[in-house]
Protein backbone atom coordinates (compact mmCIF):
# COMPACT_ATOMS: atom_id res chain seq x y z
CA UNK A 1 0.00 0.00 0.00
CA UNK A 2 1.48 3.32 -1.00
CA UNK A 3 1.42 5.85 2.26
CA UNK A 4 -1.67 7.87 1.86
CA UNK A 5 -3.67 4.52 1.70
CA UNK A 6 -2.13 3.80 5.48
CA UNK A 7 -2.95 7.23 6.32
CA UNK A 8 -6.44 6.78 4.71
CA UNK A 9 -6.97 2.80 6.39
CA UNK A 10 -5.65 4.22 9.75
CA UNK A 11 -8.64 7.35 10.09
CA UNK A 12 -11.14 4.79 8.71
CA UNK A 13 -10.38 2.09 11.66
CA UNK A 14 -10.65 5.16 14.08
CA UNK A 15 -13.77 6.23 12.97
CA UNK A 16 -15.21 2.60 12.73
CA UNK A 17 -13.97 2.24 16.16
CA UNK A 18 -15.72 5.08 17.08
CA UNK A 19 -12.88 7.06 17.91
CA UNK A 20 -13.49 9.97 15.47
CA UNK A 21 -17.39 10.35 15.46
CA UNK A 22 -19.73 12.04 12.56
CA UNK A 23 -19.40 15.41 13.10
CA UNK A 24 -16.41 15.81 14.68
CA UNK A 25 -13.53 17.51 13.78
CA UNK A 26 -10.17 15.64 12.50
CA UNK A 27 -6.58 17.34 12.26
CA UNK A 28 -5.71 19.91 10.00
CA UNK A 29 -3.55 18.56 6.99
CA UNK A 30 -0.85 20.65 8.31
CA UNK A 31 -1.00 19.03 11.83
CA UNK A 32 -0.84 15.10 10.78
CA UNK A 33 2.05 15.89 8.64
CA UNK A 34 3.79 17.42 11.49
CA UNK A 35 2.02 14.62 14.50
CA UNK A 36 3.01 11.76 11.86
CA UNK A 37 6.29 13.14 10.00
CA UNK A 38 4.53 12.90 6.42
CA UNK A 39 4.81 15.30 3.72
CA UNK A 40 1.45 17.62 3.90
CA UNK A 41 1.19 16.00 -0.14
CA UNK A 42 0.67 13.06 1.02
CA UNK A 43 -2.03 13.36 3.67
CA UNK A 44 -3.48 16.00 1.42
CA UNK A 45 -4.03 12.94 -0.89
CA UNK A 46 -5.51 10.57 1.92
CA UNK A 47 -8.20 13.49 2.80
CA UNK A 48 -9.34 13.63 -0.76
CA UNK A 49 -9.33 10.10 -1.65
CA UNK A 50 -11.83 9.50 1.86
CA UNK A 51 -13.62 12.66 0.66
CA UNK A 52 -14.17 10.91 -2.27
CA UNK A 53 -15.12 7.86 -0.30
CA UNK A 54 -17.85 9.84 1.72
CA UNK A 55 -15.76 9.69 5.12
CA UNK A 56 -14.67 13.15 5.65
CA UNK A 57 -16.09 16.42 4.33
CA UNK A 58 -14.08 19.41 3.51
CA UNK A 59 -15.92 22.90 5.16
CA UNK A 60 -14.39 26.06 3.65
CA UNK A 61 -11.92 27.94 6.46
CA UNK A 62 -12.87 25.25 8.80
CA UNK A 63 -10.67 22.16 8.29
CA UNK A 64 -11.92 18.24 7.53
CA UNK A 65 -14.77 16.16 9.74
CA UNK A 66 -16.19 13.19 9.73
CA UNK A 67 -19.21 12.84 7.17
CA UNK A 68 -22.57 11.87 9.00
CA UNK A 69 -23.19 8.68 8.54
CA UNK A 70 -26.50 7.04 6.49
CA UNK A 71 -28.98 5.81 8.73
CA UNK A 72 -29.25 1.96 8.84
CA UNK A 73 -31.89 0.04 7.43
CA UNK A 74 -35.01 -0.61 9.68
CA UNK A 75 -36.90 -3.57 10.54
CA UNK A 76 -38.08 -5.39 7.16
CA UNK A 77 -41.95 -5.71 7.37
CA UNK A 78 -43.38 -9.52 8.29
CA UNK A 79 -44.89 -9.83 5.51
CA UNK A 80 -46.73 -13.29 6.59
CA UNK A 81 -50.53 -13.00 6.60
CA UNK A 82 -50.71 -9.82 4.20
CA UNK A 83 -52.17 -9.44 0.83
CA UNK A 84 -50.08 -7.28 -1.37
CA UNK A 85 -48.54 -9.98 -3.31
CA UNK A 86 -47.04 -9.23 -6.47
CA UNK A 87 -48.05 -11.66 -9.10
CA UNK A 88 -45.62 -13.89 -10.37
CA UNK A 89 -46.13 -12.60 -14.08
CA UNK A 90 -45.75 -9.00 -12.85
CA UNK A 91 -41.81 -9.55 -11.98
CA UNK A 92 -41.71 -11.52 -15.28
CA UNK A 93 -42.47 -9.19 -16.86
CA UNK A 94 -40.26 -6.15 -15.22
CA UNK A 95 -37.15 -8.81 -15.30
CA UNK A 96 -38.02 -9.03 -19.07
CA UNK A 97 -37.61 -4.83 -19.26
CA UNK A 98 -34.57 -5.15 -17.72
CA UNK A 99 -33.13 -7.97 -19.78
CA UNK A 100 -34.22 -6.17 -23.18
CA UNK A 101 -32.47 -2.79 -21.80
CA UNK A 102 -29.03 -4.67 -21.79
CA UNK A 103 -29.36 -5.85 -25.33
CA UNK A 104 -30.00 -2.46 -26.27
CA UNK A 105 -26.65 -0.59 -25.40
CA UNK A 106 -26.68 2.99 -24.25
CA UNK A 107 -28.25 2.14 -20.86
CA UNK A 108 -26.13 2.62 -17.52
CA UNK A 109 -26.85 -0.48 -16.05
CA UNK A 110 -26.96 -0.12 -12.01
CA UNK A 111 -29.49 -3.40 -11.53
CA UNK A 112 -27.75 -6.54 -12.33
CA UNK A 113 -25.08 -7.79 -9.99
CA UNK A 114 -22.76 -8.39 -12.89
CA UNK A 115 -19.52 -7.09 -12.50
CA UNK A 116 -18.70 -5.45 -16.38
CA UNK A 117 -14.86 -5.61 -17.77
CA UNK A 118 -11.63 -7.08 -17.20
CA UNK A 119 -10.50 -4.53 -14.18
CA UNK A 120 -12.83 -7.30 -12.13
CA UNK A 121 -11.11 -10.89 -13.72
CA UNK A 122 -7.99 -11.88 -14.27
CA UNK A 123 -8.15 -12.34 -17.80
CA UNK A 124 -4.66 -12.30 -18.72
CA UNK A 125 -4.10 -14.70 -16.66
CA UNK A 126 -6.93 -17.03 -17.54
CA UNK A 127 -6.03 -16.80 -21.03
CA UNK A 128 -2.76 -17.88 -20.65
CA UNK A 129 -3.42 -20.74 -18.62
CA UNK A 130 -6.35 -21.69 -21.22
CA UNK A 131 -3.48 -21.65 -23.60
CA UNK A 132 -1.35 -23.93 -21.08
CA UNK A 133 -3.64 -26.72 -20.66
CA UNK A 134 -4.46 -26.88 -24.11
CA UNK A 135 -0.57 -27.62 -25.28
CA UNK A 136 -0.40 -30.13 -22.39
CA UNK A 137 -3.57 -31.72 -23.97
CA UNK A 138 -4.11 -30.84 -26.83
CA UNK A 139 -7.31 -33.64 -27.72
CA UNK A 140 -8.97 -31.89 -24.62
CA UNK A 141 -12.09 -30.06 -26.11
CA UNK A 142 -12.63 -34.13 -27.77
CA UNK A 143 -12.90 -35.29 -24.15
CA UNK A 144 -16.30 -35.92 -22.23
CA UNK A 145 -15.87 -35.30 -18.36
CA UNK A 146 -18.92 -36.69 -16.85
CA UNK A 147 -20.27 -35.97 -13.63
CA UNK A 148 -19.27 -35.28 -10.54
CA UNK A 149 -16.74 -32.72 -13.17
CA UNK A 150 -12.80 -32.36 -13.19
CA UNK A 151 -10.97 -34.03 -10.35
CA UNK A 152 -8.47 -31.02 -10.35
CA UNK A 153 -11.36 -28.47 -9.52
CA UNK A 154 -13.03 -30.31 -7.36
CA UNK A 155 -9.91 -31.14 -5.08
CA UNK A 156 -9.38 -27.25 -4.96
CA UNK A 157 -13.02 -26.72 -4.25
CA UNK A 158 -12.40 -29.38 -1.15
CA UNK A 159 -9.26 -27.31 -0.33
CA UNK A 160 -10.76 -23.99 -0.34
CA UNK A 161 -13.86 -24.94 1.87
CA UNK A 162 -11.45 -25.34 4.91
CA UNK A 163 -10.95 -21.40 4.64
CA UNK A 164 -14.67 -21.02 5.30
CA UNK A 165 -14.60 -24.09 8.41
CA UNK A 166 -16.11 -26.62 5.89
CA UNK A 167 -14.35 -30.27 5.74
CA UNK A 168 -15.25 -31.17 2.16
CA UNK A 169 -14.31 -34.15 0.10
CA UNK A 170 -14.04 -33.79 -3.70
CA UNK A 171 -15.83 -37.17 -4.30
CA UNK A 172 -19.33 -35.38 -2.80
CA UNK A 173 -18.76 -31.92 -5.30
CA UNK A 174 -20.78 -31.59 -8.53
CA UNK A 175 -19.40 -29.23 -10.81
CA UNK A 176 -22.65 -27.61 -12.21
CA UNK A 177 -23.56 -24.79 -14.80
CA UNK A 178 -23.06 -21.75 -12.51
CA UNK A 179 -24.55 -21.57 -9.14
CA UNK A 180 -28.26 -21.08 -10.95
CA UNK A 181 -28.08 -25.26 -11.90
CA UNK A 182 -26.47 -25.89 -8.32
CA UNK A 183 -29.94 -24.30 -6.81
CA UNK A 184 -32.09 -25.86 -9.05
CA UNK A 185 -30.64 -29.26 -8.32
CA UNK A 186 -30.67 -28.66 -4.59
CA UNK A 187 -34.35 -27.83 -4.87
CA UNK A 188 -35.52 -30.50 -7.30
CA UNK A 189 -33.02 -33.23 -5.14
CA UNK A 190 -35.09 -32.20 -1.64
CA UNK A 191 -38.36 -31.68 -2.90
CA UNK A 192 -40.86 -32.45 -5.41
CA UNK A 193 -43.49 -30.43 -7.32
CA UNK A 194 -46.11 -28.89 -4.97
CA UNK A 195 -43.65 -28.60 -1.94
CA UNK A 196 -43.23 -25.43 0.17
CA UNK A 197 -39.79 -24.14 0.24
CA UNK A 198 -38.84 -21.35 2.53
CA UNK A 199 -36.69 -18.60 1.18
CA UNK A 200 -35.69 -15.22 3.41
CA UNK A 201 -37.70 -12.03 2.23
CA UNK A 202 -36.41 -10.20 0.65
CA UNK A 203 -33.85 -12.41 -1.42
CA UNK A 204 -32.26 -13.24 -4.77
CA UNK A 205 -35.12 -11.95 -7.53
CA UNK A 206 -34.60 -15.34 -9.75
CA UNK A 207 -35.67 -17.69 -7.05
CA UNK A 208 -38.89 -16.72 -7.55
CA UNK A 209 -39.76 -17.40 -11.32
CA UNK A 210 -37.31 -20.51 -10.67
CA UNK A 211 -39.32 -22.34 -8.14
CA UNK A 212 -42.54 -21.47 -9.63
CA UNK A 213 -41.58 -23.15 -12.42
CA UNK A 214 -40.74 -26.06 -10.64
CA UNK A 215 -43.67 -26.32 -9.46
CA UNK A 216 -43.18 -25.46 -5.65
CA UNK A 217 -44.85 -22.96 -3.28
CA UNK A 218 -42.39 -19.95 -2.03
CA UNK A 219 -43.09 -19.66 1.47
CA UNK A 220 -41.96 -15.88 3.07
CA UNK A 221 -39.81 -15.71 6.00
CA UNK A 222 -39.41 -12.12 7.93
CA UNK A 223 -35.50 -11.51 7.33
CA UNK A 224 -33.77 -8.84 9.65
CA UNK A 225 -31.81 -6.45 7.85
CA UNK A 226 -28.08 -7.25 9.61
CA UNK A 227 -28.39 -10.39 10.87
CA UNK A 228 -31.00 -12.41 8.71
CA UNK A 229 -33.82 -14.89 8.57
CA UNK A 230 -35.20 -14.67 12.06
CA UNK A 231 -35.32 -18.19 13.20
CA UNK A 232 -38.01 -17.99 15.54
CA UNK A 233 -40.24 -17.07 12.94
CA UNK A 234 -38.80 -20.29 10.58
CA UNK A 235 -39.60 -22.33 13.46
CA UNK A 236 -43.23 -21.20 14.07
CA UNK A 237 -43.49 -21.71 9.86
CA UNK A 238 -42.56 -25.37 10.34
CA UNK A 239 -44.75 -25.98 13.43
CA UNK A 240 -47.31 -25.16 11.40
CA UNK A 241 -47.03 -26.58 7.76
CA UNK A 242 -44.41 -28.69 6.25
CA UNK A 243 -41.44 -27.15 4.31
CA UNK A 244 -39.46 -29.88 2.45
CA UNK A 245 -36.25 -27.45 2.13
CA UNK A 246 -34.96 -23.73 3.13
CA UNK A 247 -33.23 -21.76 0.97
CA UNK A 248 -30.24 -19.01 2.51
CA UNK A 249 -27.82 -16.42 0.95
CA UNK A 250 -25.85 -15.98 4.59
CA UNK A 251 -22.60 -14.30 3.54
CA UNK A 252 -23.23 -11.10 1.76
CA UNK A 253 -26.91 -11.64 1.65
CA UNK A 254 -28.54 -10.80 -2.00
CA UNK A 255 -29.87 -8.13 -1.50
CA UNK A 256 -29.50 -6.97 1.85
CA UNK A 257 -26.20 -7.48 2.28
CA UNK A 258 -25.86 -8.97 6.03
CA UNK A 259 -23.56 -11.63 6.80
CA UNK A 260 -25.55 -13.57 9.00
CA UNK A 261 -23.80 -13.69 12.66
CA UNK A 262 -22.18 -17.59 13.47
CA UNK A 263 -24.66 -18.63 16.29
CA UNK A 264 -27.21 -17.97 13.81
CA UNK A 265 -25.42 -20.54 11.14
CA UNK A 266 -25.05 -23.05 14.08
CA UNK A 267 -28.59 -22.85 15.02
CA UNK A 268 -30.01 -23.15 11.16
CA UNK A 269 -27.79 -26.03 10.59
CA UNK A 270 -29.84 -27.83 14.04
CA UNK A 271 -32.84 -26.96 12.34
CA UNK A 272 -32.48 -28.88 9.54
CA UNK A 273 -31.21 -31.56 11.35
CA UNK A 274 -34.25 -31.77 14.07
CA UNK A 275 -36.78 -31.24 11.88
CA UNK A 276 -34.98 -33.01 8.43
CA UNK A 277 -35.34 -30.61 6.39
CA UNK A 278 -33.07 -29.86 3.84
CA UNK A 279 -31.01 -26.27 4.32
CA UNK A 280 -29.73 -25.00 1.07
CA UNK A 281 -26.97 -22.23 1.10
CA UNK A 282 -26.04 -20.47 -1.45
CA UNK A 283 -22.38 -19.33 -0.71
CA UNK A 284 -22.16 -17.33 -3.62
CA UNK A 285 -20.19 -14.31 -2.28
CA UNK A 286 -18.56 -16.27 0.85
CA UNK A 287 -15.10 -15.78 -0.35
CA UNK A 288 -15.53 -12.18 -0.28
CA UNK A 289 -16.02 -11.06 3.39
CA UNK A 290 -14.05 -7.88 4.66
CA UNK A 291 -12.89 -8.73 7.73
CA UNK A 292 -9.94 -9.72 8.99
CA UNK A 293 -11.36 -13.22 9.97
CA UNK A 294 -14.61 -14.80 8.38
CA UNK A 295 -17.56 -16.37 9.40
CA UNK A 296 -17.97 -19.65 8.80
CA UNK A 297 -19.90 -21.24 6.17
CA UNK A 298 -23.46 -22.88 7.44
CA UNK A 299 -22.22 -25.91 6.01
CA UNK A 300 -19.69 -25.91 8.53
CA UNK A 301 -22.22 -26.61 11.15
CA UNK A 302 -23.77 -29.70 9.29
CA UNK A 303 -23.22 -33.12 11.15
CA UNK A 304 -25.75 -35.30 9.09
CA UNK A 305 -26.19 -34.53 5.43
CA UNK A 306 -29.17 -32.09 5.82
CA UNK A 307 -27.17 -28.82 4.57
CA UNK A 308 -26.23 -28.35 1.44
CA UNK A 309 -24.09 -25.79 0.08
CA UNK A 310 -23.85 -24.23 -4.06
CA UNK A 311 -21.39 -21.59 -5.33
CA UNK A 312 -19.51 -20.49 -8.92
CA UNK A 313 -16.88 -18.61 -10.04
CA UNK A 314 -18.79 -16.38 -12.62
CA UNK A 315 -18.56 -12.98 -9.79
CA UNK A 316 -15.03 -13.26 -9.35
CA UNK A 317 -13.21 -15.29 -12.08
CA UNK A 318 -14.70 -15.78 -15.46
CA UNK A 319 -18.55 -15.28 -16.15
CA UNK A 320 -18.27 -16.83 -19.06
CA UNK A 321 -17.34 -20.22 -18.22
CA UNK A 322 -20.91 -20.42 -16.55
CA UNK A 323 -18.74 -22.68 -13.83
CA UNK A 324 -20.15 -23.56 -9.93
CA UNK A 325 -20.50 -26.16 -7.99
CA UNK A 326 -22.88 -28.41 -5.54
CA UNK A 327 -21.95 -30.10 -2.01
CA UNK A 328 -25.62 -31.81 -1.84
CA UNK A 329 -24.87 -34.10 1.06
CA UNK A 330 -27.27 -36.53 1.92
CA UNK A 331 -28.74 -35.80 -1.62
CA UNK A 332 -25.84 -36.43 -3.16
CA UNK A 333 -26.45 -39.42 -5.83
CA UNK A 334 -29.68 -38.15 -6.48
CA UNK A 335 -28.18 -34.49 -7.47
CA UNK A 336 -25.46 -36.43 -9.91
CA UNK A 337 -27.97 -38.51 -11.50
CA UNK A 338 -30.38 -34.81 -12.44
CA UNK A 339 -26.95 -33.10 -13.32
CA UNK A 340 -26.47 -36.08 -16.02
CA UNK A 341 -30.43 -35.93 -17.38
CA UNK A 342 -30.22 -32.25 -17.60
CA UNK A 343 -27.05 -30.56 -19.13
CA UNK A 344 -25.16 -34.03 -18.65
CA UNK A 345 -21.59 -32.34 -18.23
CA UNK A 346 -19.10 -29.05 -18.03
CA UNK A 347 -16.56 -28.55 -20.39
CA UNK A 348 -13.20 -30.21 -19.88
CA UNK A 349 -11.17 -26.91 -21.24
CA UNK A 350 -12.73 -24.85 -18.62
CA UNK A 351 -12.48 -26.90 -15.53
CA UNK A 352 -9.39 -28.04 -16.35
CA UNK A 353 -8.71 -23.83 -17.18
CA UNK A 354 -9.94 -22.93 -13.67
CA UNK A 355 -9.10 -25.89 -11.52
CA UNK A 356 -5.15 -24.50 -12.41
CA UNK A 357 -6.01 -21.11 -11.61
CA UNK A 358 -7.07 -22.20 -7.95
CA UNK A 359 -4.48 -24.74 -8.05
CA UNK A 360 -1.02 -22.19 -8.53
CA UNK A 361 -2.07 -19.16 -5.59
CA UNK A 362 -3.17 -16.57 -8.31
CA UNK A 363 -6.84 -16.77 -6.63
CA UNK A 364 -6.38 -15.86 -3.52
CA UNK A 365 -4.20 -12.39 -4.74
CA UNK A 366 -7.02 -11.65 -7.26
CA UNK A 367 -9.60 -12.33 -3.88
CA UNK A 368 -7.68 -9.86 -1.94
CA UNK A 369 -7.52 -7.20 -4.92
CA UNK A 370 -11.70 -7.45 -5.19
CA UNK A 371 -12.53 -7.01 -1.48
CA UNK A 372 -10.13 -3.96 -1.50
CA UNK A 373 -11.88 -2.44 -4.54
CA UNK A 374 -15.59 -3.51 -4.08
CA UNK A 375 -15.13 -1.73 -0.13
CA UNK A 376 -14.02 0.95 -1.47
CA UNK A 377 -16.58 1.34 -4.15
CA UNK A 378 -19.16 0.35 -1.26
CA UNK A 379 -18.39 3.74 0.36
CA UNK A 380 -18.17 5.71 -2.07
CA UNK A 381 -21.39 5.21 -3.75
CA UNK A 382 -23.23 5.45 -0.25
CA UNK A 383 -21.55 8.95 0.05
CA UNK A 384 -23.38 9.42 -3.54
CA UNK A 385 -26.26 8.12 -2.34
CA UNK A 386 -26.18 10.37 0.99
CA UNK A 387 -25.61 13.32 -0.72
CA UNK A 388 -28.03 13.05 -3.70
CA UNK A 389 -31.25 10.82 -2.28
CA UNK A 390 -34.32 12.20 -0.37
CA UNK A 391 -33.80 12.91 3.51
CA UNK A 392 -34.46 10.06 5.05
CA UNK A 393 -33.04 7.18 2.48
CA UNK A 394 -31.57 4.34 4.65
CA UNK A 395 -28.90 2.23 3.13
CA UNK A 396 -27.07 -1.26 3.98
CA UNK A 397 -23.33 -1.57 4.76
CA UNK A 398 -22.52 -4.35 3.57
CA UNK A 399 -19.34 -6.53 4.87
CA UNK A 400 -19.23 -9.11 2.32
CA UNK A 401 -20.39 -9.02 -1.86
CA UNK A 402 -21.40 -6.08 -3.60
CA UNK A 403 -24.77 -5.36 -3.29
CA UNK A 404 -27.19 -2.44 -1.89
CA UNK A 405 -30.17 -2.01 -0.59
CA UNK A 406 -31.54 0.87 -0.14
CA UNK A 407 -34.80 2.15 1.51
CA UNK A 408 -36.38 5.17 0.32
CA UNK A 409 -38.78 7.78 2.31
CA UNK A 410 -41.99 5.09 2.20
CA UNK A 411 -43.91 7.23 -0.05
CA UNK A 412 -41.73 7.17 -2.81
CA UNK A 413 -43.10 4.16 -5.58
CA UNK A 414 -39.45 2.55 -6.47
CA UNK A 415 -41.85 0.87 -9.60
CA UNK A 416 -42.43 4.65 -10.37
CA UNK A 417 -38.57 5.17 -9.99
CA UNK A 418 -37.16 2.74 -12.24
CA UNK A 419 -40.15 3.68 -15.58
CA UNK A 420 -38.34 7.34 -14.58
CA UNK A 421 -34.91 5.98 -14.44
CA UNK A 422 -35.92 4.03 -17.93
CA UNK A 423 -36.64 7.64 -19.31
CA UNK A 424 -33.25 8.62 -18.82
CA UNK A 425 -31.52 5.32 -20.26
CA UNK A 426 -30.84 3.94 -16.89
CA UNK A 427 -31.98 0.49 -15.57
CA UNK A 428 -32.45 0.30 -11.92
CA UNK A 429 -34.23 -2.44 -9.80
CA UNK A 430 -37.46 -2.07 -7.41
CA UNK A 431 -37.47 -4.19 -4.35
CA UNK A 432 -40.67 -5.14 -5.25
CA UNK A 433 -38.32 -7.98 -8.10
CA UNK A 434 -36.58 -8.66 -4.75
CA UNK A 435 -39.80 -9.67 -2.51
CA UNK A 436 -42.56 -10.08 -4.56
CA UNK A 437 -44.39 -8.22 -2.01
CA UNK A 438 -45.58 -4.12 -2.45
CA UNK A 439 -44.83 -4.03 1.38
CA UNK A 440 -41.19 -3.24 -0.25
CA UNK A 441 -42.43 -1.18 -3.04
CA UNK A 442 -40.19 1.75 -1.69
CA UNK A 443 -37.05 -0.15 -1.93
CA UNK A 444 -34.50 -0.52 -4.32
CA UNK A 445 -31.41 -2.84 -5.00
CA UNK A 446 -28.29 -1.25 -6.66
CA UNK A 447 -25.61 -3.12 -7.80
CA UNK A 448 -21.52 -1.45 -7.52
CA UNK A 449 -19.77 -4.11 -9.05
CA UNK A 450 -19.03 -1.34 -12.43
CA UNK A 451 -16.11 0.88 -13.01
CA UNK A 452 -17.41 4.45 -11.27
CA UNK A 453 -16.84 5.92 -14.31
CA UNK A 454 -17.96 9.58 -14.81
CA UNK A 455 -21.11 7.91 -16.38
CA UNK A 456 -22.26 5.80 -13.61
CA UNK A 457 -21.68 8.17 -10.98
CA UNK A 458 -23.65 10.44 -13.11
CA UNK A 459 -26.43 8.21 -13.17
CA UNK A 460 -26.50 7.57 -9.18
CA UNK A 461 -26.36 11.45 -9.04
CA UNK A 462 -29.92 11.49 -11.88
CA UNK A 463 -31.59 8.75 -9.73
CA UNK A 464 -31.16 10.52 -6.33
CA UNK A 465 -32.70 13.94 -8.10
CA UNK A 466 -35.30 11.57 -9.73
CA UNK A 467 -36.07 10.23 -6.35
CA UNK A 468 -36.22 13.42 -5.02
CA UNK A 469 -38.93 14.74 -7.77
CA UNK A 470 -41.00 11.88 -6.42
CA UNK A 471 -40.61 12.62 -2.91
CA UNK A 472 -43.27 14.71 -0.94
CA UNK A 473 -42.47 15.45 2.68
CA UNK A 474 -45.73 14.94 4.43
CA UNK A 475 -45.49 18.00 6.82
CA UNK A 476 -45.22 20.56 3.95
CA UNK A 477 -47.73 22.49 3.15
CA UNK A 478 -48.47 24.17 -0.20
CA UNK A 479 -47.26 27.63 -0.09
CA UNK A 480 -50.36 29.40 -1.39
CA UNK A 481 -52.51 26.76 -0.33
CA UNK A 482 -54.27 29.29 2.31
CA UNK A 483 -54.42 32.38 0.13
CA UNK A 484 -57.53 34.08 -1.29
Request: contains cysteine; aromatic residues 8%; hydrophobic residues 40%.
Amino acid sequence: MYLYELIAEDIVRSVSSGGLKPGMRVQSIREYAQTHNVSINTVKTAYRMLEDRGILTARPQAGYFVSASLPELSTTPDTNGTDNTLPLSGIRRLLSVILQTQQRGGYTDLALACPAGEGFYPATRIRKLTAQVMRHNPHIQSTYVLPPGSERLRSQIARRGAHLGMLLSSDDILITHGAMEALNLAVRASSKPGDNIAVETPTFYNLYPMLEEMGRTVVAVPTHPQTGMYLDSLEEILARQTISAVITIPSGHNPLGFTMPEENRRRLASIGRIHEIAIIEDAMYAELQYGQSVVPNVKSFDTHGWVMVCASYTKTVAPDFRIGWLEAGRFRDIARQMKFTSTVAEPALLTETLGLFLENGSYDLHLRYLKKRYNEQIEIVRALISRHFPEGTRVSRPQCGFILWIELPDNIDTLDLFHAALDEKIVCMPGLLCSGNKAFSHCLRLAVCFELTEEYINAIRKLGELANCKWKPALIRPENEFQI
